[in-house]
């Protein structure tokens, strides 16, 4: 019976966290869907009256969210796709090549991880101005294609996969190459998602930094288009949490089917063998 009550208060305490946690992206598309009065009211209302689908014809007519949710897929993907195989490329050098100063070279490399992202913007912006990138999707793209982190993810589940799998693949005459992309990739497919999942949500909610080097609406990404919204002469919170709505649906998209590769990517490191 003991038993039995802990397992029920630790699901209790579990079901009153995960509320705690949902309750915002809840209201966020109960939100959305309120006329402005609702919105507006106070007390605030948790649940709309009825679906008021004017919201989301609205916010398209104010701002061209469809260009900023295009912009930002466009930018994230290619981030993603660079990282996966700039990040995966160093990783199997860092684990299985013999060169010499390695354990120098990895360090300095996962020193950069120190550094403040804001102490480096300014450099960055320079380098882009300099070569005509603003305003470009290479502006957006090319700083962040290479990631200490990522590279860090990666050796360490490459350095958990079996050294006899390898052996026996360098006896039979297989280079690193072939190593590289029939062994290696498709036995490490968990810290690979991990890594897609995670590189793509942290670009897709980047908002400094498009901020900086884009003038004009064709580059803007959704994290700038629902700052739009806002307006100084008032602020209706109806079509701020609409646009928030059209902006989460892909990133939730991703996450629901990217879940399961991500928790295995975790956990990965988590159990030995």
């Not at 993810?153 to 590289?180: T, V, Y």
Request: hydrophobic share 55%; charged share 10%; glycine share 6%.
């Amino acid at each position: 019976m003991s038993n039995r009550l802990q397992h029920t208060a630790v699901y209790v305490l579990l079901g009153i966290a995960a509320a705690l946690v949902l309750y915002p992206i809840l209201f966020t598309f109960s939100a959305s869907f309120m006329t402005p009065a609702e919105s507006s009211s106070y007390p605030p209302k948790l649940f709309p009256g009825g679906l008021y689908w004017d919201n989301f014809i609205t916010v398209t007519q104010l701002v061209p969210i469809f260009t900023f949710i295009m912009n930002s897929f466009i930018i994230s993907t290619a981030i993603m796709v660079g990282q996966l195989l700039t990040a995966s490329m160093a990783a199997y050098a860092f684990a299985f090549l013999r060169f010499t100063g390695k354990s120098i070279l990895f360090a300095l490399f996962l020193s950069t991880m120190m550094i403040p992202w804001e102490v480096t913007m300014i450099p960055n912006y320079l380098t882009v101005k300099s070569w005509g990138w603003l305003d470009t999707y290479e502006g957006l793209i090319v700083p962040f294609l290479a990631t200490a982190f990522g590279t860090f993810l990666l050796r360490q589940f490459f350095l958990q996969l079996p050294s006899e799998l390898f052996e026996a693949a360098k006896i039979d005459g297989c280079g690193h190459m072939r190593s590289f992309f029939q062994m290696v990739l498709p036995l490490a497919r968990p810290a690979l998602a991990t890594l897609a999942v995670y590189s793509f949500l942290t670009h897709w909610n980047m908002y400094l930094w498009p901020l900086l080097i884009t003038n004009g609406e064709q580059m803007r990404t959704v994290q700038i288009g629902i700052s739009m919204l806002q307006f100084e002469e008032m602020t209706s919170w109806n079509l701020v949490l609409a646009g928030v709505t059209l902006v989460m649906l892909p990133s939730l998209l991703l996450l629901v089917l990217g879940i399961k590769q991500l928790v295995r990517g975790i956990t990965a490191g988590a159990v030995k063998g």
